[in-house]
């Protein structure tokens, strides 16, 4: 397939490797030949018939997106006979188009406005009724427009090829054609809006964003998805100071066009009612608002009291905050604070990991690997409604590259029908059963594995022996929960670890120790709900809590302080596969403060010399400091992905109790996911997924 | 049954057993040299039977015209994959019904031709797939291959020649698209009856991905006499390049309307007046459709032709799927495209964008057009239409539609003239139209 062959475009020569579409081959020399239809990545259909072009030697116009290249091939794509055929595509396809452009969502940014101000016509001769059919809701996130619809079948395909989920088909024929979901009169889908995204024209819309703007009104800022661990690019359209859309708009980042269903539609969280807007204090028993110089006098007073008088202090940080804010809280508690009492929410054993693969090197899967890997084991995960993108990258490599799956799991998977084999264990007896697949592994000739929380301690160990066992390249992904999980660890938000997965060798409280203790003088919560499935906590300490919500530890809280969400603020954080992206401040939201800065206020009250405190100088410190981040910043600013190199040996006994992924679904996300109003519109897709809630 | 009296000048390779008492039984069959071609060809190589169709000058009958021994020779036969034997019997093209009848009266013959197939390409299993409005045909075939099993000639073992093969029947669900050969392969194996990207044609990625020879119902049902009598006998018949006989359907305003089998390059115009009869209640003959309703219209003028593939092409039309529709001097011509396009414009699978919109586009002008709507841009309008679509639709399709409707304003712009505002359809009194 890499040969190259030599052709002609326009009486240019170009070259390609042989097996290229033609219409991808010209792309890099500056020539474009338009479609519809096409679109890279998915079946093709050769149905819209606007890449028509001239091929010497061949009677009738082809299509250059079902031509291979060939030896010797000449093509002409500016002739006045193809030119004929692109202006009477359009003006077919407008025939019975509405032409509602001033009310279309999609106006501004429609590739069938696009193409016809480029080779349409600009007249019209059909002087017939249009067909009309009515729109339809199909369920609270998406809509449908027939007459806008020009069936390119993009979302019949993304949703069969690229979700595995197939809620959309073709109903009738001829002019009366009608993509039509799943259960007749709506949908039972992930609901991830992927249709509406690769839809060209307006026919499929957005529930939350329809009518809301108009797209050339909204600020487009690129920054990554706050939800899971994958680290998807989102494109945030910001209107006077809110979201109204969040897209990937320009395909770029390690998800490309994917954004799941909280992606896409969940970033109205930080726009809830219950959003808080003012600091709190408990008065008479009761939280009160208070003002942020009174709220930061009171926690810097009492710090400095504990501090002074030797108390303890614990603090339990956030699987959602930057890295820099991890890093400058660990700074705050080892060396403001005095105290090794620091700890976060542990999804996933990372740690145990690069310890076993000390010294080996490049053995952490990226998530390109995923979808280049011939073959990929899935271990104890739900992957599809855990990491819905890694799930789409796994589906991508098994169209792409034919790559073999294993999913061993508990219970059923989605990945169950792309898979090689699937095997059902009970859990924690997963890598026990990878014995039997040793044979199949070698032989694909290179595995990427990934585990989720029930594979930790030894077994990780056992699992890092079996892929050594192999002798074909191996690389790993330890799955963990949330969107900077794996930062938390590296940042050294545990008593076990500084940053950099320096071993601390110093003693302190972990989470579940924090909460029973009865000694705390101080408990400091950032961004995170400990208290969440718990009745109360065991001592009585001076609770001080960061969130955007009053959650129900924020409900026992002292002192709470409305803190900024992901997407008001700028940062980094690291993905599941360990790499690191540029997050941008989209908006600000009313009386709140970013973590960094309520972290900075606080040592500046309490006269603490910690260094600078802005994202800017954090990263850099963490970039000349921190073990493995040093990541090109050039790489982060142009919006990359910049791969970590932590690693080992990490000489500690990993707490392997400690670590508990919360099994997210697909519509969940930690404490956030319930305050955003599209996410809770939704029904749960019921399909026959396990859920690890389940076991 | 027979639906028409059989004329003299016939030639009867394929009709031979057409009037025989229990034409259809396996009895009447084997007793009128049933099966010999078979028996024949399994004594001879694979490449041998493709020589021997390749020699009959046999021509695919469903409408292409491609030759059918080339085709056969396409299938890969040392892939490791199964073939199979796949039968067009989806005959849908308004004009055509002479499919039925060979199912209808001879349906071992269709059954002797896919095993020859299957032979000449080491395929073990054949499927028949027939038009949804057939469904009478179902019972009469299933029951014919009920028979050929309970005779052995169906099976495992075929006769004991080691020859295993067996037929599967499949209906349509009434979608002329399904007649086209990869969207029938699609319909087949259950899925939405819209065409594939091609290549890779069927012979190599047909039925289920495997190799495939897809022929139709009338080419399957030539083999069995070509095998038989040998192929040099069946291409004497024709003409040059055009082996053999052809059932052509006489239809629209003629006298004996019929299924009738005549030697390939019978000229049109005798057609009509000897084998026809001539035009009906004495009228003159105004046009001819020679090949099913997506040929390009013959004026009367133009009907001195051989019937053959190459003749017709060098006329601008068809041989197509021999549906000679005969309309006589009453004929609006307007009316006559505007239900044309009507049956596009509904049998659109609406998979493409130019045949999608322009059969629909073009139905609503021809409607309009024809109830005196239109203008006079408007029959210019109606050719730019139909020149947007020919040759650039996903699948023939969109030709079948275009190709009849630039005729019909080429040949007859003046009777579309006299359609203009104002004035009423001059045949308005015509109470019959040849293709409704």
Known sequence: ?695 | MLYNKPDPQEVKVLTRRFGLENSASIDTYLATDGYQGFLKAREMTPDDIITEVKTSNLRGRGGAGFPTGMKWGFVPRTSPKPKYIVVNGDESEPGTCKDRLLIENDPHQLLEGMMIAGLAVDAHAGYVYIRGEYRYLIDILDKAIAEAYSRGWLGKNIQGTGFDFDVYTQTGAGAYECGEESALLESLEGKRGVPRIRPPFPAVSGAFQCPTVLNNVETYSAVPSILRDGGAAFASLGTPRNGGTRLFCLSGHINRPGVYELPMGFNLLRMIEEVGGGVWRGKKLKAVIPGGSSCPVLTADECDLAMDYDTLAKAKTMLGSGGVVVMDEDTCMVKAAMRIMRFYAHESCGWCIPCREGTAWLRKLLIRFHDGGGARSDIDLIGDVARNMLGRTFCPLGDAAAMPTISFVEKFRGEFEAHLAGRPCPHEHADHLALV
């Open chain 1, 1 to 695: 397939m890499s040969d190259l062959v030599h052709l002609t475009i326009d009486g240019k020569p170009i070259e390609a490797p042989a097996g290229t579409l033609l219409i991808d081959a010209v792309r890099k020399y500056g020539i474009e030949i338009p479609a519809f239809c096409y679109y890279e990545g998915l079946a093709l259909q050769a149905a819209c018939r606007m890449c028509l072009v001239e091929v010497e030697k061949m009677p009738k116009l082809q299509t250059a997106c079902t031509l291979p290249v060939a030896e010797g091939m000449v093509v002409r794509t500016e002739t006045p006979v193809v030119a004929d055929a692109r202006k009477a595509m359009l003006e077919l396809v407008l025939t019975n188009h509405p032409l509602d452009c001033p009310v279309c969502d999609k106006g501004g940014e429609c590739e069938l406005q696009d193409m016809t101000f480029r080779y349409g016509a600009g007249e019209g001769r059909f002087n017939e009724t249009k067909q009309h059919i009515d729109e339809k809701q199909w369920s609270p996130v998406v809509f449908f427009d027939r007459p806008r619809c020009i069936l390119c079948y993009r979302c019949v395909r993304i949703c069969n090829e690229g979700m595995g989920v197939a809620a959309l088909g073709i109903a009738n024929r001829a002019v009366t054609s009608e993509i039509i979901p799943n259960e007749a009169d709506h949908l039972n889908c992930d609901e991830c809006g992927m249709c509406i995204d690769v839809c060209p024209v307006g026919a499929l819309t957005s529930g939350p964003y329809r009518y809301k703007t108009r797209p050339w009104e909204m600020d487009h800022i690129a920054t990554i998805c706050a939800h899971c661990a994958d680290g998807c690019k989102t494109t945030l359209g910001v209107r006077n100071n809110s979201i109204i859309r969040a897209n990937n708009r320009d395909h770029s980042g390690l998800n490309g066009d994917f954004l799941c269903v909280k992606g896409r539609f969940a970033f109205d969280y930080g726009a809830s009612q219950e959003r808080l807007q003012t600091p709190l204090a408990r008065v008479d028993g009761k939280l009160e608002p208070i003002s942020w110089t009174r709220a930061l006098k009171t926690i810097a007073a009492k710090f400095g009291e504990v501090r002074q008088r030797g108390g303890a202090f614990g603090v339990i940080g956030s699987n959602h905050t930057t890295n820099e804010e991890n890093y400058y809280l660990q700074k705050f508690a080892r060396q403001g604070l005095g105290t090794n009492n620091i700890d976060h929410h542990r999804t996933g054993d990372v740690i145990t990991l690069i310890d076993a693969l000390a010294g080996k090197g490049g053995q952490l899967a990226t998530v390109e690997d995923i979808y280049n890997a011939p073959a990929v084991v899935v271990l104890g995960c739900d992957l599809s409604h855990q990491h819905p993108m890694l799930a789409y990258q796994l589906r991508a490599n098994v169209r792409h590259h034919q790559a073999q799956i294993y999913p061993i799991t508990p219970g059923p998977v989605r990945e169950d029908n792309q898979a090689t084999r699937s095997l059902r264990v009970d859990k924690g007896g997963e890598v026990e059963a990878l014995g039997s697949l040793a044979a199949e592994l070698k032989q694909a000739g290179g595995v990427v594995i990934l585990y989720g929380d029930p594979v930790k301690g030894d077994a990780v160990r056992k699992l890092v022996d079996f892929g050594e066992s192999l002798g074909v390249p191996v690389k790993y992904v330890a799955l963990v929960d949330y969107s900077n999980s794996r930062g938390a660890i590296e940042m050294g938000l545990t008593p076990e670890l500084l940053p950099g997965m320096t071993p601390s060798n110093t003693g302190g409280m972990r989470i579940g120790q924090m909460l029973a203790s009865t000694d705390l003088d101080v408990l400091w919560v950032v961004g995170a709900n400990p208290l969440k499935n718990r009745a109360a906590l065991a001592g009585k300490p001076f609770l001080v809590v960061q969130d955007l919500f009053r959650t129900e530890t924020a409900e026992q809280a002292d002192i709470v302080l409305p803190a900024g969400s992901a997407y008001e603020k700028n940062g980094t954080v690291t993905n599941v596969c360990g790499q690191v992206q540029m997050l941008k401040k989209g908006i600000g939201a009313m009386g709140t403060k970013t973590d960094l800065d309520i972290f900075a206020l606080l040592a500046k009250e309490m006269k603490l010399d910690l260094g600078p405190a802005t994202p800017d100088a954090l990263l850099a410190e963490i970039r000349t400091t921190v073990k493995g981040y040093d990541v090109v910043l050039a790489v982060l600013a142009t919006g990359g992905a910049a791969m970590t190199g932590v690693n080992g040996p990490v000489a500690i006994d990993v707490p392997v109790d400690a670590i508990h992924s919360a099994n997210d679904t697909m519509y969940t996300s930690g404490s956030i996911s319930r305050y955003s109003k599209a996410l809770t519109s939704l029904m749960e897709y019921p399909g026959e997924l396990y859920s690890g809630k389940s076991k």
